[in-house]
Structure formats: structure tokens, C-alpha cells
């Protein structure tokens, strides 16, 4: 051969070569990235799936192709449960980081995208935004008239997702409403919410010390006839369990799906039931209609959880300070005394 020949012929590889050559695996997607974060605080696909609105299946692929762009397992799988392998815990808070950071530019340079308006995405228990959100909402339309808002009532579990997900930047609940609620955010506290014992305004408990001996037969019928809100199965137990210790003969009549129902239930005369103060007052004609005495049971802790980046941020910030002001001008209602019968030690209703 010529030395033109090997000279055509220099850095050329045969086409067996560039077939043994070893492919550079993909990197990882921020869409993979996501999913990734999203199963690790869910532990399972399932909520993970409903978290980022994702088929279950799609969610497998993608996390699937992760493992394999990254060449390691990140999860150990037993069923539908999840858990980080030693890989998977090194890269989460790597994951995190990524994540935070891209959601403070998301949200800085949204400020700056040709006028458009801010949005501000929260999400709470009914109670808190029908009583706390208002006056804030009205103090933040003051300081910011470009700021708008995007408000969703959700209950405690779907708030937490909501924030695991990423699509709003502050919840509002009970602190131990879920368990672990605080993982991963900053609790701002807003205020104690205590309970109440409602029953309807014909059923006077004031003084009543042997309610089965003091009250007429109807009223006594009427005390022993409960309705529970049903949020969770902790808290439903602790429920339970205070009402089977001081009142062990009553029968649960029904179950309700928000404080508001179960109030307007004892108002139309069809029982009793234990609400929190702010339910009452958020509710249409709270004072008329009802009774509400005071009940030996530590309150509710109403919090605002919001991720570490949004908590001296901007309007996230001036909205977690109007919401501390309204909590602190909010006025709890007229309560009676606890009646004699129920002033005795009862079963903790938020541990």
C-alpha cells in the first residue's frame, strides 16, 4: 500500500471496531429526576404516581431508565414498597438540591417574564382558609397588586403530597394532622386551635354532673348520639376513644367528612360531635343554633409548612407573616365552661 493509502486510511475504525466501542450511558432527565424524589418521600409507586399525575407504568419506565443511565440500583422493591438502596440515599439530597435551586429560578425569574404575574400556590384544611386566609389575602393584594394566587382546599395527606410534588409552595393544617408532617419543610406556627364539644341549643350540659340521672330522656338519648369527622385513622381512634371513655354509652350515628357537615348535623338536633374552634367559627351562623362547651383535650397545632427556600423569600414570606397577624387578631368563640361529667381525664385528640 502507498503511503497515500495509509495516509486515507489513519483514523478511520472499521466498522467491527465502532461496533465493539462502549456506549456512553444517557444522562439523567429532570423529568427522571423528579419521579426519583417523588418515589423515595413516598415510598410507595403508588402515591408517588398520584403525586405527579403519572401512570403507574410510565413511572416504572422512567424510573427504570434512571437506574440504568446511572448504572445502580436506587431501590430495593418489595411489592409495591420502596426503599433506597445505599445508592439512592446518596443521591437524594443531591436530587433535592437540584430541585430547589431550580424551583428558586423558576420562581425569580417568573417576576421578570414580560409582565406576567406571579402566582402563589397554597393549599389548607377548610377551617383555616375560611377564618385565617381572608384578612391576609387582603393585606398581600395591598403590598403586591401584581401577585395572584392559586388556592386549593385539600385534606392534610393530599396538602403534604402537594408539597412533595411541588405544586404549591405553602400548605396549611394541623401539625400532627400526618404523621411526619414537618419532614423536610419549616413548621411556622399560626396558632392553637382548641376543641369543642357542639350540641344542639335544646341540650344544656351547664353544671350537669350524672347526665343519665339530671337530663330528661330525650336529652339523654340526644347526648348519646355522636357524629365523627373522619380524617385519618389515628385521629379518628383518638376520637374514639374520647368520646367511649366519657360518654361509654353513646352510639355513632354517622360519619362526616368535614367539621362543617358535623356542625350543621347538631344544629339541625341530630347529635353532638367534638369540632375545633376555627371549624365553628368558619361556619355559616356558627353562634345560632348550637351550644359549645369547653373540653379537657389539647388543641390543634394550625401551621404553615413551606420548603426552607420560601420561608424568607419574598411575598412567600409577607404571606406567612399576614397569616401569623391574622391568627393573632383571631378571637376563638363564646365558649361555656366544661360541663362537671366531662371535666376528667380524656385520651389525647393530637399527639
Known amino acids: 500500500m502507498d503511503d497515500k493509502a495509509r495516509s486515507g486510511t489513519r483514523g478511520r475504525k472499521s466498522p467491527e471496531g465502532a461496533a465493539r466501542a462502549p456506549q456512553r450511558a444517557a444522562d439523567p432527565t429532570l423529568h427522571q429526576l423528579r419521579i426519583f424524589w417523588a418515589v423515595a418521600r413516598s415510598e410507595t409507586l403508588t402515591n408517588a404516581a398520584k403525586q405527579l399525575g403519572l401512570a403507574q407504568p410510565s413511572l416504572s419506565q422512567q424510573l427504570g431508565r434512571l437506574e440504568t443511565n446511572v448504572g445502580t440500583l436506587l431501590f430495593h422493591r418489595r411489592s409495591n414498597e420502596m426503599e433506597l438502596t445505599e445508592a439512592g440515599k446518596y443521591l437524594l439530597p443531591k436530587v433535592e438540591q437540584i430541585l430547589r435551586i431550580l424551583n428558586e429560578v423558576e420562581d425569580g425569574l417568573a417576576q421578570f417574564s414580560g409582565g406576567q404575574r406571579l402566582t402563589l400556590r397554597l393549599a389548607g384544611v377548610n377551617s383555616v382558609l375560611r377564618v385565617l386566609l381572608p384578612p391576609a389575602l387582603r ?39 400526618v404523621a411526619q408532617a414537618g419532614v423536610g419543610f419549616v413548621q411556622v406556627p399560626l396558632l392553637e386551635d382548641p376543641y369543642v364539644l357542639v350540641v344542639p341549643e335544646a341540650l344544656s350540659l ?28 389515628q385521629q379518628a381512634q383518638r376520637v374514639a376513644e374520647w368520646f367511649d371513655q366519657l360518654l361509654p354509652q353513646h352510639r355513632t350515628i354517622a360519619h362526616c ?43 390543634r397545632r394550625i401551621v404553615a409548612l ?29 365558649m361555656a365552661p366544661t360541663p362537671p361529667f366531662l371535666a376528667i381525664d380524656a385520651p389525647e385528640l393530637d399527639r
Not at 393585606?139 to 392559586?150: G, H, K, T, V
Not at 367534638?274 to 351550644?291: K, W
Open 139 to 177: 393585606a398581600m393584594q395591598e403590598l403586591f397588586p401584581a401577585l395572584d394566587f392559586d388556592i386549593q382546599e385539600s385534606a392534610p395527606t393530599d396538602i403534604l403530597e402537594l408539597l412533595y410534588g411541588r405544586r404549591i409552595n405553602i400548605g396549611l393544617l394541623a401539625a400532627n394532622s
Open 206 to 233: 351547664d353544671g350537669v354532673i350524672d347526665p343519665e340521672r339530671e337530663l330528661s330522656p330525650g336529652h339523654w338519648t340526644l347526648l348519646n348520639q355522636t357524629l365523627q369527622f373522619v380524617f385519618g385513622s
Open 257 to 299: 367528612r368535614s367539621f362543617e357537615t358535623a356542625i350543621r348535623l347538631v344544629r339541625g338536633g341530630s347529635g353532638i360531635c367534638l369540632a375545633p374552634a376555627l371549624a365553628i367559627a368558619g361556619s355559616m351562623d356558627s353562634s345560632s343554633g348550637v351550644r359549645l362547651y369547653r373540653v379537657q383535650a389539647p388543641p
Open 306 to 334: 413551606v420548603p426552607s427556600q420560601y420561608r424568607r423569600a419574598g411575598p412567600y414570606a409577607a404571606l406567612l407573616d399576614q397569616l401569623q397577624a391574622a391568627a393573632s387578631a383571631y378571637v376563638v368563640p363564646a
